[in-house]
């Protein structure tokens, strides 16, 4: 059944990497975290902050690989460990430059805002690209033929079919169903899936009737 749910669909490291908008800021917000052991370049006699985002960060990224919608968990931990390193660098850039260039604190401070937001830039137009190709699942089609099912069947009927759109089924017909999306690990799974299988039409009606 888990195979037929695209999202659990296993995925590699560089994939998960490439969805978290690449190598670059992805190392960078793995550098950001590492860098919570330290203080002003010595190791801190307290690391237990460190340890307990590295190991968030660990098992994210395991959890990640083993199926597509788990890469969402990782987002929490990334955004913490980019905060970080973006903000070591601007407080490392902001004092050297005012340092040692003479230059204005604040200029300096804007301009490195402005890259920052230009270097997420590419995150929010892959965002962006997502929601605007994202279309419904739900048309006319449906709408109607599972109306039709509400007004045309007795009201103890059940629809069958495989799990994909049982909530419809029950939302729009309402009809009962004996698969859907909350029933996967069930064993109506398997004898839905006989059913359908199965080139004995007599077996399957006798499985529905079951």
Same mark, same amino acid.
């Given at each position: 059944v888990y195979t037929t749910v695209a999202e659990l669909n296993s995925v590699n490291l560089t994939q998960v990497i490439a969805t978290l908008n690449g190598k670059l800021i992805f190392?960078? %917000? *793995?550098?950001?975290?590492? $860098?919570?052991?330290?203080?002003?370049?010595?190791?801190?006699s307290d690391i237990k902050l460190g340890i307990t985002l590295v190991i968030w960060f660990i098992v994210t990224l395991?959890?990640?690989?083993?199926?597509?919608r788990f890469i969402m968990f990782m987002v929490p931990i990334f955004a913490i460990g980019l905060g970080i390193i973006?903000?070591?660098?601007?407080?490392?850039?902001?004092n050297?430059?005012?340092?040692?260039?003479?230059?204005?604190?604040?200029?300096?401070?804007?301009?490195l805002i402005i890259l920052a937001i230009v270097s997420l830039i590419p995150?929010?137009? %892959? *965002?962006?690209?997502?929601? $605007?190709?994202?279309?419904?699942?739900?048309?006319?089609?449906?709408?109607?033929s599972l109306t039709k099912i509400k007004q045309e069947t007795p009201e103890n009927s059940i629809v069958n079919s495989w799990w994909d759109f049982g909530h419809w089924f029950k939302a729009i017909s309402d009809r009962a169903?004996?698969?859907?999306?909350?029933?996967?690990?069930?064993?109506?799974?398997?004898?839905?899936g006989k059913a359908l299988l199965t080139d004995n039409e007599k077996e399957s009606i006798a499985i529905l009737r079951m």
């Amino acid at each position: 059944v888990y195979t037929t749910v695209a999202e659990l669909n296993s995925v590699n490291l560089t994939q998960v990497i490439a969805t978290l908008n690449g190598k670059l800021i992805f190392s960078l %917000a *793995a550098l950001g975290l590492l $860098l919570t052991f330290f203080k002003r370049k010595k190791l801190q006699s307290d690391i237990k902050l460190g340890i307990t985002l590295v190991i968030w960060f660990i098992v994210t990224l395991y959890t990640a690989t083993k199926g597509a919608r788990f890469i969402m968990f990782m987002v929490p931990i990334f955004a913490i460990g980019l905060g970080i390193i973006y903000g070591k660098i601007y407080s490392l850039i902001t004092n050297w430059g005012s340092r040692e260039l003479d230059i204005n604190k604040k200029l300096i401070a804007s301009g490195l805002i402005i890259l920052a937001i230009v270097s997420l830039i590419p995150l929010t137009k %892959a *965002a962006n690209n997502t929601a $605007l190709h994202e279309v419904p699942s739900m048309n006319d089609i449906w709408y109607e033929s599972l109306t039709k099912i509400k007004q045309e069947t007795p009201e103890n009927s059940i629809v069958n079919s495989w799990w994909d759109f049982g909530h419809w089924f029950k939302a729009i017909s309402d009809r009962a169903v004996t698969f859907d999306g909350a029933t996967q690990d069930q064993p109506m799974a398997h004898w839905m899936g006989k059913a359908l299988l199965t080139d004995n039409e007599k077996e399957s009606i006798a499985i529905l009737r079951m």
